[in-house]
């Protein structure tokens, strides 16, 4: 579709990004502003508009079949209706997200190697999609929220931000490394809950419809479902949200079984290595995987809190019998504010370790693919963001992954990047 057409289509009533909506509302995070006045005026109303585009420039500079640049994008429209304010119900609100992407992917096109991308914006073809269209209920005085109709399999669960660039760091990773686990901004039928239990503890529950047609560019703007439903995904996760020394943090652990359909990564239907008799491989009917997240505020400047140092770590254990990644180590930091005299700029900083499937790598190697087995890869992403106003920030970006794929004889994967967000 074309974007002038996509940007018809949000006027009407679309969508944005998961993060800047009306709980901080200033006209000032937008590059078109309040619009003579009149988007303050429907935010006073309960209608909030946000057009957000976002460009990821990636180049290749060491290891892969080629020395070469890509670009891909992704244009987003979103609307949230407040229907307390609108129609006097209580705690409800509606929202409608539409996203168009398009590009190339550097590790695909430089061959990298890399067991994920280079480019997180890059993904599920170059289409408009339906992200977002559902009803939102805070009920027990807002204990409880409730999200029912079409959601992606990410947002509810594992809430790690997008500000990094290699996919390895940003978002929903359990759904980047489990079959049937459709991440943004591909959205299938679903349901949310969030309850919080005491005041610094919440669960988080979710139920997602598994339909693999969703992923088809054909299905971009399906608003109801099509055939091919093959189970379900759902997650259980508990937060910890406390104020350690003053300082908050967010500590969770997730649960998650999926019914889909899914091929073992090693065994045929006879119970034999796929690798030596080429035959058709053993069916599962259930996968099954956790996670760990911390993240934790240790530092804040005294004459401005808003600078500061907050450090992570994430852990995400896969299903091996299905998974070609089994398990994903995250740590690394973010600093707030460096400079004094740039307060609202941001160092990123990223170490990952991803643990290749013993059963998938003795696979490689007992079906000819390749004569070495692939063990742990190892990314590593450093940033600056740079906030030249509230509505525009630029993150230029280094990434190194050492043993790419797993392969500790491969040449180190170099790439230099940009990534760019604008909010209108």
Excluded at 245 to 256: C, E, H, I, N, Q
Aim: charged share 15%; proline share 5%; aromatic share 12%.
């Amino acid at each position: 579709m074309p974007r002038t057409t996509l940007l018809g289509l949000s006027l009407l009533g679309a969508c944005a990004l998961p993060c800047a909506h009306a709980q901080s509302y200033s006209p000032d995070q937008f590059l078109l502003g309040d619009w003579s006045g009149e988007r303050t005026r429907l935010h006073e109303q309960g209608v909030d508009f946000q057009f957000t585009y976002v460009n990821e420039l990636a180049y290749n500079t060491q290891g892969g079949d080629s020395h070469k640049g890509t670009y891909s994008d992704q244009l987003m429209a979103d609307a949230r209706f407040d229907l307390q304010r609108l129609f006097g119900w209580q705690g409800a609100a509606f929202r409608i997200t539409f996203s168009n992407r398009n590009g190339q992917s550097l590790t695909q096109e430089a061959n990298t190697g890399t067991l994920l991308a280079a480019q997180e914006i890059y993904g599920y073809g170059s289409v408009t999609r339906l992200v977002q269209l559902y009803y939102q209920q805070a009920l027990l005085d807002e204990r409880l929220l409730l999200k029912v109709g079409r959601l992606p399999m990410s947002g509810e669960v594992f809430p790690f931000s997008c500000t990094f660039q290699n996919l390895t760091f940003c978002g929903t990773v359990p759904g980047y490394i489990t079959p049937n686990w459709f991440t943004w901004p591909v959205s299938q039928w679903g349901a949310a809950l969030q309850a919080q239990l005491a005041d610094d503890w919440w669960l988080n529950t979710a139920i997602y419809q598994v339909n693999p047609r969703f992923t088809e560019n054909s299905q971009g703007l399906n608003f109801g479902s099509p055939s091919g439903t093959t189970g379900h995904l759902a997650v259980g996760e508990l937060a910890w949200k406390p104020l350690l020394a003053g300082l908050p943090g967010s500590y969770r652990v997730g649960v998650w079984r999926n019914t889909g359909d899914f091929d073992d990564i090693y065994q045929d239907v006879d119970g034999q290595p796929i690798g030596l008799t080429g035959n058709a491989p053993e069916h599962h009917d259930q996968a099954h995987g956790w996670y760990a997240m911390a993240q934790q505020r240790v530092y804040s400047a005294a004459a401005d809190p808003a600078r500061g140092l907050t450090l992570f770590a994430n852990f995400i254990q896969s299903d091996r019998d299905v998974s070609a990644i089994e398990r994903v180590w995250h740590l690394g930091a973010f600093i707030s504010g460096p400079f004094a005299a740039r307060p609202q700029d941001e160092i990123g900083v990223a170490l990952g370790r991803l643990e290749v499937n013993p059963r998938s790598a003795r696979r490689a190697q007992q079906s000819g693919t390749t004569d070495q087995r692939a063990d742990v890869e190892y990314p590593l992403e450093v940033y600056y963001g740079v906030r030249l106003t509230p509505a525009l920030t630029v993150r230029p970006n280094v990434q190194y992954t050492r043993n790419p794929g797993g392969f500790d004889h491969d040449r180190s994967v170099v790439v230099w990047g940009l990534k760019t967000e604008v909010s209108f």
